[in-house]
C-alpha cells in the first residue's frame, strides 16, 4: 500500500498530459515480439505501418499514401510518403520494411506472430529456415518509396495487416547498434506519433510526441503516460481521484461495482471481437484424449460465469469465433452437458475422477481471473471429481509460461488483428506461433489452407466451419467461455477520438481533449 501511493503522489507531481491504465506491465515494446493487447496499444502510438487503423477500427493510410492491387488480387504496390520520418530525423524507406519484415520472419527472432507474413510468397518457407534467400520472398522494394509485395493467394484482409506490430518497420541501425537494450528510452527510434520518452517498471510508460511524424500537427496530446496497474480495485481509485483519464484495459473495473456505475455518464461499453477461452496442454498426458478435454469443457457453466461474475454484459461463448467477424456464422459449440462429460470421462479412464492425475490451471493476474479461476476449481471438482491447482502468475511471467507450454491448463484470450474469422483459426495450425496447446492435426492444417486460396466467401465461410468444428467440438484443445464487451470509462464531454469499434482498436494519437476540456 505504501509503495502504491508513494507512485501516486510522484505522478500526480509530474503528470503527463493524457493518463490512461493500460492494464499489465509490458513484456517487450519490440514488435517482433509482441503478443500481447498492453503491448501493442503503446506500440501503436511509438510505430506506424504501411496503414493504420482509424478510432472507429477502420483501415487507413498509414506510412504508405496509397497502394495500388493486380487483377489477380495478388500484388500489392504501396507508395511511400514522402514526408515519412524516423523519430531522428531519417526518411522511412520502403527498404525499411523489407528489412523489417525480413528480421520478423528471420527463424532467429522467433516471433510468435511471423506466421502473419505467411501470406507473402515464401513467407513461410523463410520463417522456417527451409528457404535461406530473403530475396526469393515475396517483398521488394523497387525504390526507396515504392514497396512490392507478392502474396501466394488474393487476401482480403492483407491491408488490415499491414496495421499490425509484426508487420511494423523498425529502425535497424538501431537495432543492430544497442542489440536486445535497443527498445530502452534513449536509444529506441520509432516511425510513429510518439517517441518512447520514459519506461520506468511497475510506475509507468511516458511518450511524448515525435515532432518529425508526417502528420504531427494532427496529433494533439504532446506527453501520454500508460500506467501498468492490473489490480481493478487500484484502478478504478486512480481513475476516481483524477490520477488517469481513461481506463482502457477491458479487466480493470471491479465486478462488484459494475451495477452502480453502468448507468453513470463515464462508463462506455460494447462488443468486440475477442473471446476469453480457456487452453489445454497437449502435450500433458492428462489432456492428450480429446474425450478429457470434451469432458472438461462440457461442465464449464459458462452462462454462470458472465451472469455471476464478469456481469458486464458478456455473452457466454458457444464457439471460438465472436459473433460479426466479416459475416461469418460459427457452427453450434458444444452445450453444458455434465452427464455427457462424466461419461466421457468414464470412457477414457477415470470415473468419477478416480485415477486422473493433479493437474494446474494457469491464469495471469486480476479480480477478474481470480473469480473465474476459483469457480473453475469449483465446476471441476463437483462435476468430474477432478481436483486441480491454480496457479497465478504476474502478466511477463504468464506469458513466458504459457509461450513455452509450462502449464496443464492455462486461461487465454484473443482480440481479433483484423476483422476476419481466419484471425481467429489460423493460429492453431500446427507449429503456429499462437498455438500454444501442441495441437497438430493435418485436416485442420489443411483447412486453413484451403480457406487461404479461396477466392468464393461463401465456400471459404463453409471451410472455416468445418475447421472451428473441430477446434472446438471435436478435436478441442481449447474451450471458449465468453465473448469480450469493451468497457472503458472517460468522460465523452471532455474526451474526443474514442470510439466503440470490433477490433477494439483505440489508437492514441487520434484522442484529443475538446475545447475547453483541459
Sequence with gaps: MTLLVSS??????DRAEFVFLNGAEP??????????????????????????????????????????????????????RKDARWSNGDTVTARDFRDSWQRTLAPDTASEYAYQLYYIHNGEPFNEGKLKDFSQVGVVALDDRTLQVTLDSPTPFFTGLCATTPLYPVHLPTVQKWGDDWIKPGHMV????????AWRINDRVRLVKNPYYWDAAHVAMKTIDALPIDRANTAFNFYASGQADLIMDKGLTPPALLDAVRTRSDFHTAPFLGTYFMRFNLTHAAFKDARVRRAFSLVIDKKFIVDKITRGGEIAADSFVPPGAAGYQSPPGMQYNPDEARKLMAEAGYPGGKGFPLVTYLYSQGELNDAIAVELQSMFRQELGVNITLERQEWKVYLNSVSNMDYDLARASWVGDYDDPNTFLDMFVTNGGNNETGFANPVYDKLIADAAAEVDQTKRFDIFR??????VSEEAPICPIYYYVGIQFYDGNRLGGMAANLLDEHPLQRMYWKQGAQ
Design 190 to 197: 520509432s516511425d510513429g506519433a510518439y517517441e518512447l520518452d
Design 466 to 471: 468445418k475447421a472451428e468444428q473441430m477446434l
Design 8 to 13: 501516486g503522489c510522484q505522478r500526480a507531481r
Design 27 to 80: 513484456e517487450t515494446l519490440d514488435p517482433s515480439l509482441i503478443t500481447g493487447q498492453p503491448e501493442g496499444r503503446i506500440a501503436g502510438a511509438l510505430f506506424e505501418g504501411l496503414t493504420n487503423f482509424d478510432e472507429n477500427g477502420q483501415v487507413v493510410p498509414g506510412v504508405a499514401e496509397k497502394w495500388d492491387l493486380s487483377p489477380d488480387g495478388r500484388v500489392y504496390t504501396f507508395h511511400l
